[in-house]
T-cell receptor
Framework: ELKVEQNPLFLSMQEGKNYTIYCNYS?????LYWYRQDPGKSLESLFV?????AVKQEGRLMASLDTKARLSTLHITAAVHDLSATYFC?????????????FGKGTHLIIQP | NAGVMQNPRHLVRRRGQEARLRCSPM?????VYWYRQLPEEGLKFMVY????????ESGMPKERFSAEFPKEGPSILRIQQVVRGDSAAYFC?????????????FGQGTRLTVV
């Protein structure tokens, strides 16, 4: 059974600081997704990472994937209040196909002015 | 191009009633996924459907839950004889294909409350 663990589960930080969210998974996978969810809202896709060493950046967020370590990171640079949300990583089984994803429990991020 | 549309957004049912949740995928998408989210938890995969076919229902409870995606019309997640533990947010996602790297887009969710 594929397990996905995120840490930390809760993070409170100040604007302007940098921080990293970690996502570990238990079995081989070649697809990892990062999503953002605001309270009471749906999931917004942030990044799709498909290969070992993949790095993607959008604004103040940067995601990377190390398939050998089964680890992905989401790095936040110079955080701003608007980034406050819950961030989920989700992993698919290897073998191709847009099959069901296994999600981590999410990281609740609060960025204080 | 409208996104994934789910309705209703909120649904209240008494214990023992039936709940029917609808999901219209994005235009051109023929793959639909249902997920359940409990408070303060991540999403749990329930079922993956293509038109008229259930591809993977490994996450569906064995009893009371069923899903369909007919040739015409939305996908339906049906919960019979609801219990309090069924209270959750149910999200639907759709994708255009099953190719590697295909991204799934999520709907707004249906928040089911069983009283």
């Amino acid at each position: 059974e594929l397990k996905v663990e995120q840490n930390p589960l809760f993070l409170s930080m100040q604007e302007g600081k940098n921080y990293t969210i970690y996502c570990n998974y238990s079995t081989t996978s070649d697809r990892l997704y990062w999503y953002r969810q605001d309270p009471g809202k749906s999931l917004e896709s942030l990044f799709v990472l498909l290969s070992n060493g993949a790095v993607k950046q959008e604004g103040r967020l940067m995601a990377s994937l190390d398939t050998k370590a089964r680890l992905s990171t989401l790095h936040i640079t110079a955080a701003v209040h608007d980034l406050s949300a819950t961030y989920f990583c989700a992993v698919a089984y290897s073998g191709g196909g847009a099959d069901g994803l296994t999600f981590g429990k999410g990281t609740h991020l609060i960025i204080q002015p | 191009n409208a996104g994934v549309m789910q309705n209703p957004r909120h649904l209240v049912r008494r214990r023992g009633q039936e709940a029917r949740l609808r999901c219209s995928p994005m235009k051109g998408h023929s793959h639909v996924y249902w997920y359940r989210q409990l408070p303060e938890e991540g999403l749990k995969f329930m079922v993956y459907l293509q038109k008229e076919n259930i591809i993977d229902e490994s996450g569906m409870p064995k009893e009371r839950f069923s899903a369909e995606f007919p040739k015409e019309g939305p996908s339906i997640l049906r919960i019979q004889q609801v219990v309090r533990g069924d209270s959750a947010a149910y999200f639907c996602a759709s994708s255009p294909s099953s190719s590697r790297g295909t991204e799934a887009f999520f709907g707004q969710g249906t928040r089911l409350t069983v009283v």
